[in-house]
């Protein structure tokens, strides 16, 4: 009789076969290369007009960087993106993802500009963008936000037409927090509850240091965490165009200027097949 061998070589074909997948699923790529921005677009929009107190003027546009809003450079022995925030705009993959695991860190640096100058530093991930360039006040693309904002890491923004339903409660009369017990709420530019949901905990760590950041995306569904905390799972990702909602589950990941010198290094992705067990709860 053969079975014995049969089971045998069955058995070591499932064992290859799950240490195949393990390594796979597992498997970081990095979106960064630590020397340029192959890969990356850089976009800036019109600049700040102290005197007028407004942003005016035509935009710089793609790829468009005299002043290096956008920069490589080693900060505290890592490489990293540095963005001056001295204007307004964003650096986005060329590349759209879907369904994936996304990590990164962040770290404040020290100068901050008009209209932001001496006030929350102030930075972001637009991630699922699509569409055109600056459309969200002539500087971002359509798209859901990670707020990345001294004290606010985490918050969520509809940018430009993104909508999301998060499960929230008020603060105060214009304010939502997340609460994984809370009704479920859409926020978006249209809703009456606003474009953002405030995050359920601080976990951001002081400023000036180093903090990870993870955003999980599978379907219509997203996850943020910081610095190892669940602080929100959003539902339902879409877009508002005209009258019309279209689903929004895929995109570029851009990263914002937006007042605030800002670092971010190791941008890594992987993609998943389902969300990992259990994360949505560990937000309560």
Request: glycine share 10%; hydrophobic share 30%; with cysteine.
């Amino acid at each position: 009789m053969n079975y014995p061998k049969t089971y045998l070589v069955l058995f070591i074909v499932f064992l290859l076969y799950s240490n195949f997948q393990s390594v796979n699923e597992s498997k970081w790529r990095s979106l960064f290369n630590g020397k340029d921005f192959t890969g990356w677009d850089t976009y800036v929009g019109p600049a700040y007009d102290k005197v007028q107190g407004k942003f005016s003027g035509t935009p710089l546009g793609l790829n468009n960087d005299p002043n290096r809003i956008f920069s490589i450079v080693k900060e505290d022995g890592k490489t990293a993106i540095r963005i001056s925030g001295e204007q307004f705009g964003g650096v986005s993959t060329r590349e759209e993802f879907k369904n994936y695991h996304l990590r990164l860190e962040f770290k404040w640096g020290n100068l901050t500009w008009e209209p932001k100058k001496d006030k929350k530093r102030d930075s972001g991930i637009l991630y699922h963008a699509v569409g055109a360039h600056g459309a969200d006040g002539g500087f971002w693309m359509r798209s859901q936000e990670f707020q990345i904002q001294e004290g606010d890491c985490g918050d969520y923004w509809g940018v430009a037409g993104g909508a999301f339903d998060v499960r929230a409660v008020p603060r105060s009369e214009k304010e939502y927090v997340y609460d994984d017990a809370g009704p479920l709420l859409t926020f978006s530019e249209k809703s009456r509850f606003g474009r953002q949901c405030i995050k359920s905990k601080d976990a951001e760590k002081p400023t000036g240091q180093w903090n990870t950041i993870d955003i999980y995306c599978f379907g219509s569904t997203s996850v943020h965490i910081v610095n190892g905390v669940v602080v929100m799972a959003l539902y339902n990702s879409r877009q508002e165009t005209g009258d019309d909602e279209l689903p929004l589950t895929k995109g570029k990941i851009q990263i914002q200027s937006e007042g605030a010198e800002v670092f971010y290094s190791n941008i890594q992705i992987q993609p998943i097949q389902k969300l990992p067990d259990n994360l949505i709860s560990s937000s309560r």
